[in-house]
Structure formats: structure tokens, C-alpha cells
């Protein structure tokens, strides 16, 4: 297994392109099950996460071919089925259910259970596909869905789920009539599903509100043009944090500011400049950082896949910070981590209180899920010395090419295998400016 090594204390000064988003090309990926042919997809993310999608897609039947543009051929779907070892590694493959059950009338999913940030049940997608018609029975760890008529219903959500509004989505867009889900999510990665769907013919009216209408229709067929993915704001606000945290300068690239106002404005309140335009977005910060409140929502409120990176910032202001994480019930892993560089966190349920204390201090800390790694990368970008992140296997699964991006604005970060504990070693892999994999050790 491989860990970050990251010596702190440079300010980041530069350019960084961002990728696609993760959170909408995993959706669309699986989307194109519902329109038979050959499909093309541009500005799809080089993560773990899509190449676990793309072989979950190929164990279905649907080979693809990534080029670039990746090309996803669905003619045939061969097996209903998402088994264990991928859903395990991945929840989002839970998103086939919709899909599958529309196209084939079959859909069988491991259910996926907990995860490090809480219980994340899926009662909401199944409620919704019952609604539509599908029937639902638990065996073996699996869900196994069948449906035999599928029609459009009027669907309440207890909460904006936001895969929970995609699966409900995929499977309407097929049934015979209309569906209206109301309290659905608006988070612009659902936003771009729908898009995406519309462009194989689906009929779908209320896209970005909260109400959306399915109008079903028999078949839906591949664009003749590739569909481009919206860039990831989570990435975005990720390497914003760390350009803040590191008093530094830097331009994000090809990324749309529109879909990140909650968190571009708590920067703002903290202290940083920042100046956007149509699709890019430079953040400089020259003063000292200022304590910050954040509430996480669902969209367009403060979102909960930034909460971890916002509180390795607050560790550096001048002052108490608090959070408020209302979406997971568990996602203060980092904290603990956190502490164990020197900051000031108190934690009790749902509301965390950091009491700003510069400088924190490198050490080697834990990963425990994608957002907290990226806290902690943060954290070690502008800490005094050198911090080991391990674990790092959370991270590909996120962020595209991250310490290339990194070391492109100034960063000292390499990856090395976590055999590797010489310090001389480790040294040599940061001074190191080609591929940044230092040798295992006998
Ligand atoms: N919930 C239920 N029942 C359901 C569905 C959700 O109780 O049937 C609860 C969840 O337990 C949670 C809340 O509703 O407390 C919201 O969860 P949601 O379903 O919206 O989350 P998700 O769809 O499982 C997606 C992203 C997450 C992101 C959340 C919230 C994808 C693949 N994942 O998860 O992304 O945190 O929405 O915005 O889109 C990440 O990228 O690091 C990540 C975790």
C-alpha cells in the first residue's frame, strides 16, 4: 500500500485545472444502461471510482473503452446484478437498481450497508421504485426487485436523498406516465443526470428545483453527440481550502462558481479573496484567517462533502470556529486526526467547536473516508514539518491525479510505499520532481 508524504508550510501559488465531477459521472455512467447503443461521455474523472463503475457496467454486459472520451456500449445487458465485492468497494453501484429494473424488469444489488461516516440507509430509493411499481424482497445480503408494470406515481421524499432521487429518476424515465417526486435533491451532479437524460430523449420538467416531473416514454437512444460532466465543486473547494489554509495564491481552472456560492462565501468569510468569472476562480489570502460557522444543508446550502476540509482551515484562523453537520451522523472522523497534529476540537454529536491554534504539527494520521483524507492532506500542506497520510487508497477514489496537481502549484507532497520510513527516503521523494513513487524497503 502506498501513503502521502507532505512537508508543510509552502504557500500554494499557481494554476490548477479541475476535473469532472465524481458525484455526476457515476450516476451518468450508469445511466446510459437505460438507452440501448453506444454512448459517449467527455470530462469523465480518471478515479478509482469510475473505473470500479465502468467494470461493474462490463460484469452487466456493457464493455467500454476509455479514450479520452469514454465510449460505453449498452445494445445487450447480460446479468441484473451488482455483487458484493463491488458494491462493497463502492455505494453508489446501488444506483443500478433504477436502471436495471427499468430496462430488464429485474434488478438484483447487495445491499451496502454502513460506511465510516454513518448507517446511510437506502429506504427512500426503494420506497420511491415500490411507488413506481417494482416489488422488493432481502435475501442473502441482496436486494432482489422485480416489475412487472412500471408507472409513473407522485413520490414524497422524506429527505433529499441525493442518489435516492437519481435511482427514482432513472427508473421514471421509462414507466408509463407521470411521476412527480417532490422534495427531490438539487445538487447540480442531479441537475446533470437529468440533463444527461434529456439529451436520450427523456421528458423531465423542474430540473434544479425540488420538484421534478417524469413524463415516461418507451424508449430512450444514445445522444449523437458526447455529453460533458459538470467539474467537480467538491474538488474545487478542496484545493481552495488548501491555497487558504497555506496563505497562498491560486487560479482553479475550468470550474463553474455558480454551483459552489456556500462554499466560495465561507471563504469570503474567512478571510480570503476571492474573484471568480464565468469558469474560473482565484483565491488569494494575505491576512490572518478568521473563524468561521458552517452548517452543512443539502444544495444550495453549505455541503456536507466540504465540512471536513472548511475545519482544517478553521484550525489555522484566529479564533473558535463551529460546524454543524446535519446530513451524516458520523463525519468528525478527521477531528481525531486532527487532534493528533496539535488542533483544538471538541465534538459533541452533531456540533464540533475548533478553537483556532496556530501551528499545527505534522505527524502520520489516519484516513478513515474520501473527504477526511482530503482534510488531512490540507492539514499537512500547511503544517510545520513533515505529515504521513496513509490510507490513501480514499483518495484516488476522489481526486483525480491530486499530488500531480499539487506539486504543479508549489506543493511538497509525494506518494511512496508505506514500507517507506527513512526520513532520508522520504526526503529524497519530495526532492524528487519526476514520478513521486519512492521504493518499498526491504
Ligand atoms: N438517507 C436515508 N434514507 C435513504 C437515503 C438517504 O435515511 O434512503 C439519509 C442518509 O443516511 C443521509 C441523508 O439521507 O443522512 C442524505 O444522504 P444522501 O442519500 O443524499 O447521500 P448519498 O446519495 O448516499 C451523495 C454523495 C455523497 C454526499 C451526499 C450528500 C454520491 C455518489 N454520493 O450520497 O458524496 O456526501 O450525497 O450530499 O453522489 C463523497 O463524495 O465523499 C460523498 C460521500
Redesign the pocket.
Known amino acids: 500500500m502506498e501513503k502521502l508524504v507532505v512537508e508543510g508550510g509552502r504557500p500554494l501559488i499557481g494554476s490548477i485545472p479541475v476535473s469532472g465531477a ?2 455526476a459521472a ?2 451518468i455512467l450508469i445511466a446510459t444502461l437505460v438507452a440501448p447503443g453506444e454512448h459517449r461521455l467527455g470530462n469523465i474523472p480518471d478515479l478509482a471510482d469510475t473505473s470500479s463503475t465502468l467494470s461493474l457496467l462490463g460484469r452487466i454486459g456493457c464493455p467500454s473503452l476509455v479514450n479520452g472520451v469514454v465510449r460505453i456500449d449498452t445494445s445487450r445487458v447480460a446479468f441484473s446484478e451488482a455483487p458484493y465485492d463491488v458494491v462493497r468497494k463502492m ?2 453501484s446501488v444506483l443500478v437498481l433504477g436502471p436495471l429494473l427499468a430496462r430488464t424488469g429485474e434488478a438484483k444489488v447487495s445491499l451496502p450497508g454502513g460506511c465510516a ?9 426503494l420506497k420511491g421504485l415500490e411507488a413506481l411499481g417494482c416489488r422488493f424482497e432481502l435475501s442473502g445480503g441482496y436486494i432482489h426487485g422485480t416489475v412487472h408494470d412500471l408507472r409513473g406515481a407522485d413520490i414524497h421524499l ?7 432521487t437519481e435511482n427514482i429518476v432513472m427508473a421514471a424515465v421509462l414507466a408509463r406516465g407521470t411521476t412527480r417526486i417532490t422534495n427531490a ?1 438539487r ?1 447540480p ?1 442531479v441537475s446533470d443526470l437529468c440533463d444527461f437524460l434529456v439529451t436520450l430523449g427523456a421528458k423531465i420538467e423542474g430540473i434544479g428545483t425540488s420538484t421534478l416531473i417524469i413524463e415516461g416514454v418507451p424508449r430512450l437512444t444514445p445522444a449523437s453527440r458526447p455529453y460533458r460532466i459538470v467539474p467537480d465543486r ?1 474538488e474545487a473547494g478542496t484545493y481552495l481550502c488548501a491555497a487558504a489554509a497555506t496563505g497562498g495564491d491560486v487560479t482553479l481552472t475550468g470550474v463553474d462558481p455558480k454551483l459552489m456560492e456556500a462554499t466560495l462565501a465561507k471563504l469570503v468569510e474567512a478571510g480570503c479573496d476571492v474573484r471568480t468569472t464565468e469558469d474560473t476562480i482565484r483565491l488569494t489570502r494575505s491576512r490572518q484567517l478568521l473563524p468561521i460557522k458552517v452548517r452543512t444543508e ?1 444544495f444550495p446550502g453549505f ?3 466540504m465540512q471536513a476540509q472548511l475545519m482544517t482551515l478553521a484550525c489555522f484562523s484566529k479564533g473558535t470556529s463551529t460546524f454543524e453537520e446535519t ?3 458520523n463525519r468528525y472522523m478527521h477531528a481525531a486526526e486532527l487532534l493528533r497534529m496539535g488542533a483544538d476540537i471538541q465534538h459533541a454529536g452533531r456540533v464540533a467547536t475548533v478553537r483556532g491554534n496556530p501551528p499545527l504539527k505534522g505527524a502520520a494520521v489516519m484516513a478513515s ?3 477526511a483524507s482530503a482534510a488531512l492532506v490540507i492539514a499537512g500542506l500547511a503544517a510545520e514539518g513533515i505529515t504521513e497520510v496513509l490510507r490513501i487508497y480514499h483518495l484516488d477514489r ?1 481526486y483525480e491525479n491530486l499530488v500531480g496537481k499539487l506539486r504543479a502549484v508549489g506543493a511538497r507532497i509525494a506518494r511512496v510505499s508505506d514500507t517507506v520510513q527513512d526520513p532520508a527516503k522520504l526526503k529524497a521523494a519530495l526532492d524528487d520532481l519526476g514520478p513521486s513513487v519512492a521504493p518499498a524497503e526491504a
Open positions: 465524481k458525484n457515476l450516476p455505494r453508489a461516516i454513518g448507517t446511510r440507509p437506502i429506504d427512500q430509493h422524506d429527505m433529499p436523498t441525493v442518489t435516492g435533491a445538487e451532479e467538491i443539502p455541503p456536507t462533502d446530513i451524516f451522523e473516508d474520501l473527504r476522489g
